[in-house]
């Protein structure tokens, strides 16, 4: 067994289930033991940010190790505004990267590829990586494969590993397992007194769950927890289609002034607010319309537990959650929440289409046809998924990066092997749109919605007197067919309800519609957030 191979039976014992890459000449010698060895499928795709999104999206579904694989330089540093984004959400991704061989030093001159240093790219990736090493010694690579690795798990964050380009068929020994050490046993009994006797004070507690539960596979226990203490349960704005297919007191997503009326007085009324894997955002908190006061609120998150001003570090979510069951017993207590009302039926008429018009057909699509997974990019294209019905979403949140959807989308089909459903703006279409092209060699045939008002909608709402924000008509259903799917452009609700109908009945290439909305047009949810914000911002106080 050489290094590489070695890794490889390391990610796959970690949960990883394929790569996502693009080789380059440092990569060379490891992109073909991955190919030859087959111990992971290789996915390999146009564009570096594309393969960091796809691969996020592969570890978001999963929740387990996402991978992607590139060269050095060109090829990773081209790649780091994905991790960042997979780093701000709190996504296990690991980044494979060649490197220069173990004597390129020493030729005296520069390396193609270099930046500053030969360490450059290393350096970099520290500040958007929780972990980090340079496989140049056999003898260490196994223990430090298995410490990198542990560490993308347990902190749930993008870990980076090197392979000089000399070293990738060097002999090595398979990589160990590592059990991680457990909390505190006393710390996290001390941890779960104090949360139930919150919870057993409040007169109006609720539990909010995160990107957390998710990333670490929680949302059945959670969705049990919430049962057995008779908590009415929301998500965040990022933890969008958790425990979609658990059977939870779900009242919908918190969205302060731009959400459901219920939902945000539940939360920010709430004497006992319990944030169960909850980033600190201002996504997830900025449109608040009642302050709400943290210290007083039930933290988990970051492996520590946080209530008013104490803290307990070192407990992990999963070792919480399975306290906190062992703690409790199923409940006969019986509740009714108000769940989120969606948009249904669409007029079969030739309106012309508002954002809203596009979750009402969908909401219709998979009430008739079954639920499919959604990729979404930044922008109204996410807001507007706020009024479909709650399935498995993944989004860039918080970190709100464009060209995330498409990518995501791909590696969405690729992980979870079911046909997705991609919300994106014309805007985000341009950068990454045309990884489609790379749909016909892997078989995916996702159904891609653009929504194309030719401008920047979401950036015009803030600055409406910039003409920077227009675009161009691109005509992009007319390029489908090059790439290898099927496009349509649509502008009323008729021709929507059409398509939808048409792409889902249509198996083995991807299926683009181009949904043409007015300037100014906004998803409601969208109208209020812009709203709720100037307010806020005009009236900090």
């Not at 909390?183 to 104090?194: F, G, H, K, Q, R």
Request: hydrophobic letters at 45%.
């Amino acid at each position: 067994m050489n290094i590489t191979e070695s890794l490889l039976h390391a990610l796959k014992a970690h949960g990883a289930h394929e790569i996502f890459g693009i080789p380059g000449d440092f990569a060379l010698p490891y992109f073909r033991i991955i190919e030859e060895s087959g111990i992971l499928p290789l996915y390999t795709l146009s564009h570096e940010p594309g393969v960091g999104f796809a691969a996020d999206a592969s570890a978001r579904y999963h929740g387990t190790l996402g991978v992607a694989a590139v060269t050095y330089g060109a090829g990773a540093l081209n790649m780091v505004n994905a991790v960042a984004s997979a780093f701000a959400e709190k996504s296990p991704l690991v980044i494979l990267s060649g490197g220069p061989g173990k004597n390129d030093a020493r030729s005296g001159l520069l390396l193609h590829h270099q930046a500053k240093t030969l360490d450059s790219q290393f350096q970099i990736y520290r500040e958007i990586t929780c972990d980090q090493v340079r496989l140049d010694d056999a003898a260490r690579a196994p223990a430090d494969i298995a410490r990198v690795l542990a560490n993308c798990r347990r902190h749930s964050r993008p870990v980076y590993i090197e392979l000089p380009r000399d070293m990738v068929s060097t002999p090595c020994a398979t990589t160990p397992t590592t059990e991680p050490a457990g909390p505190d046993p006393d710390a996290l009994a001390a941890c779960v007194d104090e949360i139930l006797g919150r919870l057993a004070a409040a007169t109006a507690p609720v539990l909010m769950v995160g990107v957390e539960v998710r990333r670490f596979g929680l949302e059945a226990k959670a969705a049990e927890l919430a049962r057995r203490l008779a908590l009415p349960v929301v998500t965040s704005f990022m933890g969008r289609g958790l425990l979609a297919a658990a059977n939870a007191p779900l009242m919908g997503t918190y969205l302060g002034i731009a959400g459901a009326p219920d939902v945000t007085t539940a939360v920010e009324s709430s004497d006992g607010l319990f944030l169960l894997g909850v980033i600190i955002s201002d996504t997830n908190f900025g449109v608040s319309d009642k302050k709400i006061d943290l210290r007083k609120t039930i933290q988990a998150l970051d492996r520590r537990v946080t209530m008013g001003y104490h803290t307990y570090d070192a407990i992990g979510l999963e070792s919480l959650v399975d306290a906190l069951l062992a703690r409790t017993v199923p409940s006969d207590r019986h509740f009714d929440v108000k769940k989120q009302d969606y948009p249904f039926d669409l007029p079969d008429d030739d309106a012309p289409l508002m954002p809203l018009d596009i979750a009402t057909a969908v909401n219709d699509l998979m009430r008739d046809k079954g639920r499919m997974p959604i990729a979404s990019d930044i922008g109204d294209c996410l807001f507007t998924a706020m009024d479909m019905a709650n399935t498995e979403l993944v989004a860039p949140g918080y970190y709100a990066t464009m060209g995330f959807g498409v990518p995501a989308g791909i590696g969405l089909q690729a992980a979870s092997g079911e046909r997705t459903l991609i919300l994106v703006g014309d805007g985000a279409f341009q950068m990454t749109g045309w990884e489609l092209g790379n749909c016909r060699r892997f078989g995916f045939d996702p159904i891609v919605i653009v929504f194309n008002n030719q401008s920047w909608e979401m950036l015009r709402t803030f600055q409406p007197q910039s003409g920077f924000n227009d675009l161009d008509d691109w005509h992009f259903a007319e390029m489908a067919p090059a790439m290898g799917g099927e496009g349509v452009r649509v502008s009323t609700r008729r021709e929507l309800k059409h398509a939808l109908a048409e792409a889902h009945a249509t198996r083995g290439k991807f299926r683009l519609i181009e949904v043409m909305l007015p300037r100014g047009a906004l998803s409601p949810t969208l109208a209020r957030f812009v709203t709720g914000l100037r307010r806020l911002t005009a009236n900090p106080g």
